[in-house]
């Protein structure tokens, strides 16, 4: 369990990451035990929150341990395209979604074909891609293009070609209707679940303006706090600080909400060796150029300095 270094003199320091090591802590020592989707079993609490003023720069990166925030971009830039295929991550090296494809590939196949290799025949072959590496309508489809339908006569419904782009819409109503409480974007389509390879963990966020500081809450159904949530912090933050600088505002607070939010206990090696460490420094974020869309940005536009974390910490991720 975590060393006598870790006492509530050390938990007082004002560091943010005590926020997220004590989230960890209260769910190892204290959450239920409990059975879930992937049978590997979990210890759980419900109800958790974290708060991150993100002036000057600063941006929820863990220190102890890496969190590859440039993999986490790169993500959350395929979400805004609205993307359901894996092809275009494979082909940055971003391997994230992977394994939900592959899990499927090999039951339905019987091929015992490895991870590396999957990957590459996803980016090698596009009809493989196509078959194999879709997503179903997750995340970035219901972000800019959640479906429409309307009346085609005989009591019957077609879909519209073209959905509702909610990135756009909050950009547009943030500019002009600050003061709205309706700055919401939504990922957790009732009737499309069933067909998404996962259904969405971070469904909503919702945008608050007051002064010129822009915050955001984002709301989180399911939390693997071990894996998920460094890089949802960090996703969270990257989307608050677009939308910021396409409203020109400034970044206010990132404010994260967790409904079930665990810990996979197959994880007792990483958990015990973060709870070991002390957060230190503090990384700081900058968008290098500003595109005329929230649409248009690309890695190169980020430059991250200050962040020197402690190494790595690997753990296997439930599918």
């Known amino acids: 369990m975590a060393s006598a270094a870790l006492t509530a003199d050390s938990r007082a320091q004002p560091h943010w990451e005590w926020q997220y090591l004590n989230l960890m802590r209260r769910i190892w020592e204290q959450g239920d035990l409990r059975v879930d989707r992937t049978g590997v079993g979990t210890r759980s609490v419900f109800g958790a929150e974290l708060r991150f003023d993100l002036s000057g720069g600063a ?5 102890t341990k890496r969190v590859y925030w440039k993999t986490a971009a790169r993500e959350f830039l395929w979400f805004l395209t609205g993307d359901t295929n894996i092809r275009a991550l494979c082909a940055q090296g971003v391997e994230i979604w992977t394994d939900w494809p592959l899990d499927r590939f090999r039951r339905e196949t019987g091929e015992e074909i490895s991870r590396a290799d999957f990957s590459a025949r996803i980016v090698a072959d596009e009809a493989f891609a196509a078959l194999w590496g879709d997503l179903g309508p997750v995340y970035g489809k219901q972000w800019v293009d959640w479906p429409v339908y309307e009346p085609a006569g005989d009591g019957l419904f077609r879909q519209r070609a073209k959905g509702i782009n909610q990135v756009a819409e909050l950009v547009e109503s943030l500019r002009t209707n600050p003061g709205s409480r309706r700055h919401i974007i939504e990922g957790w389509n009732v009737a ?7 259904p969405p963990c971070h469904k909503t966020y919702q945008f608050h303006i007051s002064g010129d500081r822009l915050s955001c809450l984002l709301y989180q159904r399911s939390c693997d706090v071990a894996l998920g949530l460094p890089f949802n912090l960090f996703g969270g933050a990257l989307f608050l600080r677009l939308v910021a600088q396409q409203c020109d505002l400034e970044p206010g607070e990132l404010v994260w909400m967790g409904g079930d939010v665990h810990l996979y206990r197959n994880h007792a090696a990483l958990v015990e060796e973060q709870l070991r460490r002390e957060p230190a420094g ?4 900058a968008i290098t150029r500003r595109p005329d869309s ?3 940005y690309r890695i190169e536009d980020f430059q991250m300095t200050g962040y020197e974390p402690q190494a790595h910490i690997s753990a296997p991720v439930a599918v």
Not at 59 to 63: A, T
């Open 59 to 63: 941006m929820p990166l863990l220190s």
């Open 192 to 198: 499309e679940l069933d067909a998404m390879a996962l």
């Open 282 to 285: 503090e990384a700081h974020f």
């Open 294 to 296: 929230i649409f248009s």
